[in-house]
């Protein structure tokens, strides 16, 4: 297979709402180019990108998928992406890799809440762009309205490239950068180039010169020209729109049929001779600061973007040769691992489908197999000390359910599945809650927790169950209590005998030193679970010894350990054993521990026990049409709202909130704002149980031990 330089290597993205037409455009690429000789389509589940059985069954993207054409000389990478975020894991990691973003939007919607929810990631990045308007050629397609709402969602850098038109029926687009017009037959393909009707040449000059106007903006030299001219040609227009798309401040639109393959040649003309290449783009950064250019006379550097599992191939690693070339057989290293990788093979992949090559150089997209220690956003390189290229940041999950294997001796499999899953899909989330005895997986939402259950039952032969998580609480008091309790027992010979008195109350930091007791000894135990326990050692006349004390904070810490109201931890009491009785024969270590926790239980019963929840801090982005609703529906939920900033057509909302509401959150906020609406939550501290919602919960933990 022929090897391409960085000068003639484009890599592309293809994000867009759930059925702008992506796979589609995708496909009639490929064809276009002769790499296939049939079309396949979505409905008879025979395209390239979409090969998986799960995409069948649902009839639409779930993973993204490489795939590569080639025009004119140009080799063209397409990552073929999902269009709901359900799965924004993967448009992510495609947009990171990708040198140009092509925006595909539905004719018959425009850019709808779907395409706002992507734009707002591919801004962020801050890569060049072009919008495809797809489906021109449907019955209610509205291209005018398309093009509305494109600049109402990015502003007037959305500039017409293309629009279309029909002349006696047939399907027509005005090219106003080349100021062609081509004609489509009913079965599309390749057009007849025609001059621009009459009735059309005032619209076309006009959007002919803002096109050079827009160009002509970013760079002096041009401006220069523009203005000696009045004009720029064709290949001063490539220039600015190149240099525009670079800096961010042209955003390319042209239309196109893909199912009918009207337009798509000179897209991928397009794509060939003016939208940047590798070799255009910004060096990468490393974690510590230094640049990596995409030059060939460089140290090989390869960035890991994508893993997928196979059960016939194992794993399958996906990178961007950001430096230099690599060669089969070239022996890397992880510069996170400092391990050392042998790529044994290379592929170029499309859908499924391996294509193996010798050679892979700066800016190409590749794959590899069997390597031992390298995940996604690892850098391969020639030597290990080289530097980690930056990493793509994923969201936080929005969505956090409990999971279990339905059946006890599946619990081994479900976890390594579940391992593997994860190292596929960073977007993912795994732990594990010592307290409440949970493994925890976090997704984007509801479908994408459906694809990873589909995955566990389908492709690792694991069933597992889905629940809310429990929530850890924390139990403390209000007041001080007394307790005793004498332990008692005799089987012949010696026996066992231990009584403790001892005195409870609230601790907090500063406290002062309690009064009336004779302060003998202290310890403060910073508990795992955070808050403290205090003890104090008042015991006057040798009542009790020495030695057993610690005894009787060991069996008070075991309490600790599991709370008599809901069974969870307490934190934040301090304690004063002042009194007790010992034997000299039967009195032992396990006697006054067992005295010292049946005390401090009894005394915590009657300190007026309180239950603490977990709050969460909630900072949301909210469009600010849409703010009164989700404020509703957080103070159903007990949130406390502490600020609102705007920022453009948003509102950040700042509250916290108990982790308790949380459990439905992400759904019914996406319901409320179709979707626009982002969340990101971090651990704030505990908080009391409102009165009614602590009785609830100690019965629930009632019927629990009964």
């Not at 279309?164 to 390749?190: R, T």
């Not at 390298?374 to 530097?387: F, K, P, R, V, Y």
């Not at 849409?626 to 957080?634: A, I, K, P, R, S």
């Amino acid at each position: 297979m022929k090897v391409f330089d960085n000068k003639h290597i484009k890599n592309v993205a293809f994000v867009g709402t759930h059925r702008a037409g992506k796979t589609t455009l995708s496909e009639t690429m490929l064809f276009e180019a002769g790499l296939i000789n049939r079309r396949g389509s979505v409905e008879q589940q025979n395209t390239i990108s979409d090969y998986h059985e799960f995409e069948h069954q649902r009839g639409a993207s779930v993973f993204a998928t490489p795939l590569h054409t080639e025009w004119r000389n140009y080799k063209i990478n397409i990552i073929d992406t999902p269009g709901l975020d359900d799965f924004i894991g993967e448009i992510m990691s495609s947009i990171r890799v990708a040198d140009t973003i092509v925006t595909v939007i539905n004719a018959k919607h425009g850019a709808d809440i779907g395409t706002e929810i992507i734009w707002n990631y591919v801004d962020k990045y801050h890569k060049p762009t072009l919008f495809v308007i797809n489906k021109i050629d449907s019955e209610n397609a509205n291209f005018e309205m398309s093009v509305n709402s494109l600049k109402e969602l990015v502003g007037n850098n959305a500039v017409l490239v293309q629009y279309p038109i029909k002349i006696d029926g047939a399907q027509c687009i005005i090219d106003v950068l080349k100021m062609k017009c081509y004609k489509f037959g009913p079965e599309g393909g390749k057009p007849e180039k025609l001059p621009i009707p009459n009735d059309q040449v005032e619209r076309a000059n006009k959007l002919h010169t803002e096109l050079v106007e827009k160009a002509a903006e970013n760079d002096e030299e041009l401006m220069e020209l523009y203005f000696d001219k009045g004009t720029l040609n064709e290949d001063e227009l490539r220039k600015g729109i190149k240099l525009g798309m670079l800096n961010h401040d042209i955003f390319p639109v042209f239309c196109v049929s893909a199912l009918k393959d009207m337009g798509t040649g000179r897209l991928m003309g397009f794509i060939d001779n003016v939208a940047p290449a590798a070799e255009d783009l910004n060096p990468e950064q490393t974690i510590d600061g230094h640049l990596i250019k995409p030059e060939l006379k460089a140290d090989t550097s390869l960035f890991v973007f994508k893993n997928i599992y196979q059960p016939n191939l194992g794993q399958i690693t996906f990178f961007k040769v950001m430096s230099g070339e690599v060669n089969a057989n070239d022996k890397l290293f992880n510069t996170r691992t400092g391990e050392s990788e042998t790529l044994n093979q290379l592929y170029i992949m499309d859908g499924k489908q391996k294509n193996a090559v010798q050679k892979l150089m700066v800016g190409d997209i590749g794959a590899t197999t069997k390597l031992k220690y390298t995940e996604i956003n690892d850098t391969l390189a020639t030597s290990a000390s080289d530097g980690t290229i930056k990493p793509i940041n994923f969201p936080q999950p929005r969505l956090i359910k409990a999971v279990f294997a339905e059946t006890k001796n599946e619990e081994e499999k479900l976890s390594e599945a579940l391992k593997r899953i994860h190292s596929q899909d960073l977007t993912v989330d795994l732990s594990y809650n010592n307290e409440t005895h949970q493994t925890l997986v976090g997704t984007q939402g509801e479908l994408h927790l459906a694809t990873l259950n589909w995955l566990l039952e389908n492709i690792y032969d694991v069933k597992a169950k889905f629940e809310s998580p429990k929530i850890s609480y924390r139990e403390t008091i209000q007041r001080s209590a007394t307790a005793n309790y004498r332990h008692k027992k005799q089987s012949g010979g010696s026996g066992q005998f231990g009584q403790v008195h001892l005195k409870i109350e609230p601790f907090y930091e500063g406290m002062p030193e309690p009064e009336g007791f004779s302060l003998r000894g202290k310890e403060v135990v910073d508990l795992p679970w955070e808050g403290k326990l205090v003890f104090y050692n008042c015991i006057v006349g040798g009542v009790i010894d020495q030695r057993y004390l610690p005894s009787v904070m060991k069996g008070i810490l075991e309490v600790m350990e599991s709370g008599p109201l809901t069974d969870s931890y307490i934190r934040d009491v301090r304690v004063m054993v002042y009194d007790g009785k010992m034997h000299a024969v039967d009195s032992n270590d396990i006697s006054f521990k067992i005295a010292g926790a049946h005390a401090f239980k009894e005394a915590f019963l009657n300190a007026n026990p309180k239950l603490l929840e977990p709050i969460e801090q909630l900072k949301l982005r909210v469009p600010e049409q849409m703010v009164g609703n989700v404020m509703t529906e957080l103070q159903s939920r007990r949130a406390i709202i502490q600020g609102v900033e705007t920022e453009a057509y948003y509102q950040i909302l700042r509250c916290t909130i108990p982790s308790a509401e949380l459990t439905d959150f992400s759904s019914q906020l996406r319901s409320l704002t179709q979707g626009r609406a982002t969340y990101s939550l971090s651990f704030e501290g505990y908080n009391p149980v409102p009165s009614h919602i602590q009785k609830e919960l100690i019965k629930e933990q009632e019927l629990i031990t009964t």
